[in-house]
T-cell receptor
Framework: AQSVTQLDSQVPVFEEAPVELRCNYS??????LFWYVQYPNQGLQLLLK??????LVKGINGFEAEFNKSQTSFHLRKPSVHISDTAEYFC?????????????FGIGTKLQVIP | NAGVTQTPKFRVLKTGQSMTLLCAQD?????MYWYRQDPGMGLRLIHY???????AKGEVPDGYNVSRLKKQNFLLGLESAAPSQTSVYFC?????????????FGDGTRLSIL
């Protein structure tokens, strides 16, 4: 069975400071990892994904994430945040089991950027 | 390109009433999903469909029914609404046949059961 743990439910950070949102996963098979962002009153949007290859993945809006197989982690980072990055971020793991694409989401991390 | 469209966006029901949430996608995706989002619990899968005419139970299916009569539409029904079903409901779709494809989400339906 797969699972996703987002270690921080809320992360406050000052504008232009760096941020790291942590995600750990467990799965018994090969996995594909995603980060989604949810702005207020909207659905989830894909931020970036790790499928294979380079462990450093770049996404939209200046975000990047690093896949670490030994640590089973997929932490999201941004070197300098903006007010517009205030949103909730979800880590997700996907595999193909039981005959369908099973996606498991973390409980989310609310990023609050402080002016 | 509309992507995934959910209707209605908001609804208030009384306990015991019934309603249907509609999800439509224009990306020719095979797989469609219904999730509910509650504070501190992330997204939980209610039902999903791997193709037209097929449906299956997810993690929290009790109290809900679904239908996928057309490939582009996925309906979620509440036969007798209960306050515990107050939530934000999201529909998603994906190619689904391989696990490396992301899901595409609608903007959600905010449902309150009084």
């Amino acid at each position: 069975a797969q699972s996703v743990t987002q270690l921080d439910s809320q992360v406050p950070v000052f504008e232009e400071a760096p941020v790291e949102l942590r995600c750990n996963y467990s799965s018994s098979v090969s996995v594909y990892l995603f980060w989604y962002v949810q702005y207020p009153n909207q659905g989830l949007q894909l931020l970036l994904k790790y499928l294979s290859g380079s462990t450093l993945v770049k996404g939209i809006n200046g975000f990047e994430a690093e896949f670490n197989k030994s640590q089973t982690s997929f932490h999201l980072r941004k070197p300098s945040v903006h007010i517009s990055d205030t949103a909730e971020y979800f880590c997700a793991v996907s595999d193909y089991s039981g005959g369908y694409q099973k996606v498991t989401f973390g409980i989310g991390t609310k990023l609050q950027v402080i002016p | 390109n509309a992507g995934v469209t959910q209707t209605p966006k908001f609804r208030v029901l009384k306990t015991g009433q019934s309603m249907t949430l509609l999800c439509a996608q224009d990306m020719n995706h095979e797989y469609m999903y219904w999730y509910r989002q509650d504070p501190g619990m992330g997204l939980r899968l209610i039902h999903y469909s791997v193709g037209e005419g097929t449906t299956a139970k997810g993690e929290v299916p009790d109290g809900y029914n679904v239908s996928r009569l057309k490939k582009q539409n996925f309906l979620l029904g509440l036969e007798s609404a209960a306050p515990s079903q107050t939530s934000v409901y999201f529909c998603a779709s994906s190619y689904g046949t391989v696990p490396n494809q992301p899901q595409h989400f609608g903007d959600g339906t905010r449902l309150s059961i009084l």
